[in-house]
């Protein structure tokens, strides 16, 4: 599975952004889709996962009602909507696969590149 996230930048602190990660290969329905973001200086944290067949949705506890998750099978996309955004929010973001709906950073297979989240304030 390659992944392939985009969709960062500069914002400022109340505004949104929407990321999207892209998927291809041969067994893209077989994974979920986690977001995952890293600030500097920090360890890398789950944001929200989201399977392709539907029946799994998480999010970190701390973003629910500002994050939402959601998917396009048809383009193979998954989005990370994210509103009313904070300085803390600032990170890189990452797409990862697994094979199970899980939260945790070791279930995850295949990793995009990170996409840069600025947030100013």
């Known amino acids: 599975v390659q992944l392939q996230a985009s969709g960062g930048g500069l914002v400022q602190a109340g505004g949104s952004l929407r990321l999207s990660c892209a998927a291809s290969g041969r067994s893209v329905a077989s994974f979920a889709i986690g977001w995952f973001r890293q600030a500097p200086g920090k360890e890398r944290e789950f944001v929200a996962g989201?399977?392709?067949?539907?029946?799994?949705?998480s999010y970190a506890d701390s973003l629910k009602g500002r994050f939402t998750i959601s998917r396009d099978n048809t383009k193979n996309t998954v989005y990370l909507q994210m509103n009313r955004l904070k300085p803390e929010d600032t990170a890189a973001y990452y797409c990862?696969?697994?094979?199970?709906?899980?939260?945790?950073?070791?279930?995850?297979?295949?990793w995009g590149q990170g996409t840069l989240v600025t947030v100013s304030s």
């Open positions: 989201i399977s392709w067949k539907g029946g799994w949705i």
């Open positions: 990862a696969a697994t094979p199970y709906g899980t939260a945790y950073i070791a279930g995850y297979n295949y």
